[in-house]
């Protein structure tokens, strides 16, 4: 007998008809013999339904209150769910984040778990009870309510899995597993079967939707095995693994790509580290993460900073920097909306050359010009103009996963 953490999306709760099908899923796996405990999202479309209405308030909400309101969609799928597992003649019971003591820092819209007792989800599992676990949220040392931004309720099943030592995460979503790239961009794009954990963390990084970061990033700090499957079509999934020696070895695993990213330049900074620790620190400050950093130095001491931030933190990283333009002594501040990253990752370029030139020339191939460059040992990421977003993807996954390499 496994104990098994599943999650399972908006989509995959978005109806009753698709709550009832849920409570199959979780049966089905309780049936087999193992405990069982699920992290649901709200309902697809509600947290959106709940912000419009904060916004219909206050265009730019406080982030404490708009807390409290979205949280309370967890609230609905979670009972739902509960009562349809307890009709079918098995013991559930619905939780939310405080009855779980998931705690967390006080970064509203945006909190990071950093403690989970689960002494009542212990409780509830020795007495042989499915729990129904609220995903996205938690409760400040003060007792405030706290979501974790996006990809929160992901984070939750892993952080959970982690508490409780499950055996295995399972992330339900509306797609069958990890593919070389969208399928909805590249219709030849293939499920893997497996992916390195490394792979992964590069791929949600750099805007793989299936997996969000922090999830993937929590995956490997607690050793949790994870497997993407789909509660619309169920069968294995992609397999996350950490053991590396045993998958084979290709040049490039996927193509991922952002849409979701600004561009904000820094022109004309007087040369000299303490600038751009002010910056940074400035973005650390408010809680704004930076992408990509790049650096160009011209003559007369002065230094030009370009960074990429989500498009959801712009207004404010753009307000911040303009406001503080004078005390770092920028000659200008200028914002780009339309830009978009592509990337390419593989553990296989750890061991083959001449990557980098297949990269760029199937880019080149299309006439579509290069922003910002940033690799790693096992990825190059490029921004583009989001107008060619599409076509390098297609582009690279022709020259890199649909021909033969």
Same mark, same amino acid.
């Given at each position: ?15 009753? +008809?698709?709550? +009832?099908?849920?409570?199959? =899923? ?19 479309? +509600? ?9 219909? !308030? ?27 597992? !307890? ?33 009542? =989800?212990?409780?509830?599992?020795? #007495? @042989? ?29 892993? /952080? ?7 055996? /295995? ?31 992964? =963390?590069? =791929? ?6 299936? %997996? ?9 700090? #607690? ?19 950490? +053991? ?34 002010? !910056? ?5 400050? @408010? ?35 303009? /406001? ?55 990825? !190059? ?7 060619? %977003? /599409? ?5 690279? #996954?022709?020259?890199? %996963?649909?021909?033969?390499?």
């Amino acid at each position: 007998m496994a104990l098994i953490v599943q999650k399972y999306g908006g989509t995959s709760v978005g109806s009753i +008809e698709r709550i +009832e099908a849920v409570a199959d =899923l979780v049966v089905k796996t309780r049936q087999q013999g193992h405990q069982v405990v699920v992290v649901l999202s709200a309902m697809s479309g +509600e947290t959106n339904r709940l912000i419009n209405l904060a916004k219909q !308030i206050d265009s730019r909400p406080s982030n404490r209150e708009l807390d409290v309101l979205i949280s309370t969609g967890e609230q609905v799928s979670v009972s739902l769910l509960a009562m349809a597992i !307890i009709k079918r003649g098995h013991s559930a019971v619905s939780l939310l984040a405080d009855q779980v003591n998931i705690q967390t820092d006080n970064m509203f819209g945006k909190a990071r778990i950093t403690d989970i007792a689960a002494t009542r =989800l212990k409780h509830e599992l020795e #007495h @042989n009870r499915i729990a129904i676990i609220a995903g996205f949220q938690g409760r400040d040392v003060e007792g405030n309510i706290t979501t974790l931004g996006r990809g929160g309720t992901d984070t939750s099943a892993v /952080e959970i899995a982690a508490a409780i030592k499950a055996d /295995e995460c399972q992330i339900y979503t509306d797609v069958d597993g990890v593919y070389t790239t969208d399928p909805r961009v590249e219709p030849n794009a293939r499920r893997m079967s497996q992916v390195t954990f490394a792979e992964m =963390l590069e =791929l949600a990084s750099l805007g793989a939707k299936v %997996l969000h970061i922090r999830s993937v990033e929590a995956a490997g700090k #607690h050793n949790v095995p994870l497997r993407v499957l789909s509660s619309f079509n169920p069968d294995e999934g992609t397999l996350i693994t950490f +053991e590396e020696d045993d998958m084979p070895s290709k040049v490039v695993s996927g193509i991922a790509f952002n849409a979701d990213e600004c561009l904000i330049k820094v022109q004309g900074v007087q040369s000299g580290t303490q600038n751009l620790v002010k !910056i940074l620190k400035l973005f650390a400050d @408010n809680g704004i993460e930076i992408d990509m950093i790049n650096q160009v130095n011209h003559i007369f001491e002065k230094i030009d900073y370009a960074f990429t931030v989500h498009s959801n933190d712009y207004p404010q990283a753009l307000e911040l920097l303009t /406001e503080q333009k004078v005390s770092l002594g920028a000659e200008n501040i200028i914002g780009l909306t339309t830009i978009a990253k592509v990337s390419a990752v593989g553990m296989g370029m750890k061991s083959h050359w001449g990557v980098a030139s297949l990269f760029f020339d199937a880019l080149a191939n299309e006439n579509i010009n290069v922003v910002l460059v940033s690799t790693s040992e096992i990825k !190059i990421s490029v921004l583009i103009d989001e107008k060619y %977003l /599409e076509l390098a993807v297609r582009a690279l #996954h022709k020259v890199f %996963l649909t021909e033969s390499r």
